[in-house]
């Protein structure tokens, strides 16, 4: 039985390129995400088409026991978790503070930070009594600084950093990786990016940076890294790394 | 008539003593605590006595439109606030993640991030509407690093810091000042810290740091810089800085 | 007899206003700085026209025992130095790293942190004897993010940084404040910035701003604060602190 | 022809093992140390009797042009270097402000920030011309934070992250990777940490630890992530990132 790499937030994106990767490499990738079926089936028979083990499962993650209820599924059905991959975002573009809402803020929040912590804490006791697992968390820009019109995405992403500050601390010493991953750019995320972005936007950035180039960040590069961080020793674990592409910026040096 | 501090979260520590320090130099202290209403009693009647002015409301902030309504009515009733004091805390204690339910983790985000975010909301509209006002944010440790068994306090301090950021980035140029205090050491408040501690435990460190010395970080004299950094002129502001006793090591030193 | 402000690099701009600043409030202000005889002689017999008193002294810090012996005469002819500002910049614009030479690097190092380290290691043991002391440093963006063409600017700031942690790690105990005070934006200062730029070109940015006004920092506000924090009691002291403009992003969040 | 990987400061611990590493993927490794002319030796042959090709040089890097004429040598006799390693260390123990000398803190200077400074002076260009290269960096923990009786170390290692943005932000875009790989921790080092405590010290450590397990950092567990970040696609390039065992806590945990 292979071992499971469980990836939350499997888009076309980061989530679902790192779940192909970890296929590739002999996991059974479960990928969950909260909607588009047929995305889904295609990144499934995707891997499959690569002779690599794939299962999907559509989930709202803020829903109470979404999470809590498919991982208790997972590792009775599937197998052991052994790499979990959080990689659900909650950027949603710039609000100023009079446009936010409280509800758009506590989402934010409950996507970002909550269902987090709600994913440790059903994984981390099972991983503790294996003797270890890795838990991948993609980060951004917004864990480290706060800029206008960014309240909600960066109040929870600055909570999810420091939560991730505390899963290390008391899970490191049980055997548990915990890695906090800076992503520090625009990813080749069409789902994502491209959303937010409206496709025409999202085209002309493409073209600006240089289509099929890397201006944007490649995720089946970014997921060499991921998977290089879940496999590193366990006297040489990276706790928090930053990712951007040669001819972006980096954080502290830009708007 | 007097401009406005309100203090959110007035306790016998940080929160009523710059309370009074604000009422000493002109202001109308506005003190709203969740509990206790004899101790606040005792506030608002030792500030009258020194000759200050002052009001008290007992307020718990995590409820549906608390927050708003008293502010909304301050504003009526009293006068425009110039200044707030965001000080509401949420260290419950060092709890494992197994320990830590769901609930006591929502709490944390809703007293120390989400109360910042629904207080800025209420409040900054107005501030920008007369040109300008000063909020100060208390803050911790726990906004810059994350250690073991403070999950809770971790994400909530650290999407307190990010917000505190975003929303400088936004209202600077606005001409409201915000400004993170960093506590970064045990303050002399038997409210919060003696209460967590037990009385007994409290004691013993008040008398090992030394009693009435400055071992811990005593409320008066940390009031003298919440002012001055409500006074800076505009030109020279401070986002953020940290306070400790002279006796601590700094967070970056110390477990 | 008066305490004794020693100021090491006493321009027109924040040196040579926080001394005026500390003579204002009492102290004997000893203003050093490296050329403009005529200059120096201004700033003394200004702080002297206000009832203030001074002495002024040229002087090329980075020159062997120049610092070493001033403070040798000033503590033996003028009096103990109670606080000392550190206030010696090394921004000499932006070079290339093809362009800057090993001189070029070196003296920065020299003036920014070799200098720093030489004045603590002359003034920290009287501190201590005397049971006390304040040693304030000016900072700048370039100590907590190196950006193209500051190579060393950002390495003489990054040292300046972790040896202002080292110092208050090592003195904050035995009673001597260390505070880092970050600079992050353009300082209203004819004799750095201006001297930089050019006359037209600073002429230029002030317009921009606003003259008289306070989108450059104004060095008479940035002094309140360097003052207050000398004055801190000891369970209340800051050891980092930024000061910006209202008008101006944080480091942060721009270029 | 090979590429050339060069480790400057290739001591038995992290330098010469990550020679090693990239020796045995195809790169000629030169491996440079101040001294033990028998361990180099020891090295090289090491290297080649896994198959690999390395070159071993004797070279004291703060001499002038000690670096300067070995990096032209070695481009104009073994071939281009692709990659660097910058591994020199100013660990000198910890020493009060009063017993650390100023040749001490100058040679920490010229160690661990203007050597990596003069090295990228004569490399960049080159790597430039060629369109690219990579150049790491080790760092410690003293870069991010200082401690009491660390003024040489972390002087000098906080200048050294500065220069290393500095670098990145000038020459990422022209295809130089510059990664600053900050080593927290204690690594099973005999040649240096060994040194620094005295072999009875070090022997008790390393069993307090455990003997052959991973309390101690394993250098060639390192080297995996040494290799696997200058192998990294450059539309996904890491610039920091952190390194410590699983039983170790984070700098912001520990004293």
Chains 1, 2, 3, 4 share one sequence.
């Not at 979404?66 to 052994?82: K, N, Q, S």
């Not at 991983?127 to 993609?138: A, D, H, P, Y």
């Not at 990786?177 to 080749?188: K, Q």
């Not at 002309?204 to 060499?224: V, Y």
């Amino acid at each position: 039985m292979k071992p499971v790499c469980l990836v939350m937030g499997a888009g076309a994106g980061i989530g679902g390129t790192v779940g192909r990767k970890f296929a590739k490499e002999g996991y059974h990738a479960v990928l969950c995400r909260r909607s588009d079926a047929e995305g889904l089936r295609k990144l499934v028979s995707g891997i499959e088409a690569e002779g690599g083990e794939a299962t999907g499962f559509l989930l709202n993650a803020v829903e109470e026991n979404a999470l809590e209820d498919r991982i208790e599924h997972i590792e009775r059905e599937i197998g052991p978790i052994e790499v979990a991959l959080f990689n659900l975002g909650a950027q949603i573009g710039s609000r100023t503070l009079t446009e936010l809402t409280y509800k758009q803020f506590e989402l934010g929040w409950r996507m970002a930070t909550f269902a987090l912590f709600r994913m440790a804490k059903e994984l981390f006791p099972r991983m503790e009594e294996r003797g270890g697992g890795t838990f991948l968390v993609t980060s951004a820009t917004a864990a480290v600084r706060g800029n206008a019109g960014q309240h909600s995405h960066a109040a929870a992403m600055g909570g999810r950093r420091m939560l991730c500050q505390t899963l290390n601390a008391e899970y490191a010493p049980k055997g548990i990786h915990v890695a906090h991953i800076l992503i520090d750019g625009a990813v080749d995320a069409p789902d994502t990016l491209g959303r937010m972005l409206g496709e025409e936007a999202f085209q002309k950035l493409r073209e600006q940076r240089g289509l099929d180039a890397d201006g944007l960040m490649l995720p089946e590069k970014m997921a060499e890294t991921y998977y290089h961080v879940s496999q590193q020793h366990r006297s040489a674990w990276t706790h928090e790394l930053d990712l951007r592409s040669f001819s972006d910026l980096a954080w502290w040096n830009h708007r």
